[in-house]
């Protein structure tokens, strides 16, 4: 079945720190891949997607390039701020009738002026 | 335009007690997730609507839970007899369809049952 292996947490970082948050998975077929963000108090939201091998999803100055050699998917940013504190979320989809998200664990980010 | 709602936002109720968790889509969005959210389990997949009809129903835990969606609008999450381990966040994602798969899922905030 399909499944998402994730960092374990929590993170904690200084403020312009250099962040990567792990995430690979198994899946069948070709699947859609996916970070989900959730702010403290708030709902999931979408951080950004990539659909097929190669590509790059970018959004908030954060970024993932989803790879296939290596079944991948982490997270980048150059230069953490306070306010992307939150919980992050690796997730897949595969396509084409099966409709349901499958999550990582979850990774806790901490960052510290 | 407004987002997905869920009511109510918290909930407790004692063991054994029937529940009913609410979900209102996002306007014109033909599909509807119920997804939850516990410490032991993170994030799981319950139920898939399209429309009215529920194709995927392999994450329900068991038979105390059933879920129905009415007018391919609102849904309602049911669970019977409630158990200390249902206790946990009941996320509702709703998004639109293109003629082979889904668009982005647009979640709502997820009501927190706690049993008692």
């Known amino acids: 079945g399909n499944s998402v292996t994730q960092m374990e947490g929590p993170v904690t970082l200084s403020e312009e720190a250099f962040l990567t948050i792990n995430c690979t998975y198994t899946a069948t077929g070709y699947p859609s891949l996916f970070w989900y963000v959730q702010y403290p108090g708030e709902g999931l939201q979408l951080l950004l997607k990539a659909t097929k091998a190669d590509d790059k999803g970018s959004n908030k100055g954060f970024e993932a390039t989803y790879r296939k050699e290596t079944t991948s998917f982490h997270l980048e940013k150059g230069s953490v701020q306070v306010s992307d504190s939150a919980v992050y979320f690796c997730?897949?989809?595969?396509?084409?009738?099966?409709?349901?998200?499958?999550f990582g664990t979850g990774t806790r980010l901490t960052i510290i002026p | 335009g407004a987002g997905v709602s869920q009511s109510p936002s918290n909930k407790v109720t004692e063991k054994g007690k029937d529940v009913e968790l609410r979900c209102d889509p996002i306007s014109g969005h033909t599909a509807l997730y119920w997804y939850r959210q516990s410490l032991g389990q993170g994030l799981e997949f319950l139920i898939y609507?399209?429309?009215?009809?529920?194709?995927?129903k392999s994450g329900l835990p068991s038979d105390r839970f059933s879920a129905e969606r009415t007018g391919g609008s609102v849904s309602t999450l049911t669970i019977q007899r409630t158990q200390q381990e249902d206790s946990a966040v009941y996320l509702c994602a709703s998004s639109s369809r293109g003629e082979y798969f889904s668009y982005e899922q647009y979640f709502g905030p997820g009501t927190r049952l706690t049993v008692t």
């Open positions: 997730a897949l989809r595969t396509n084409f009738g099966n409709e349901k998200l499958t």
């Open positions: 609507f399209q429309g009215n009809s529920a194709p995927d």
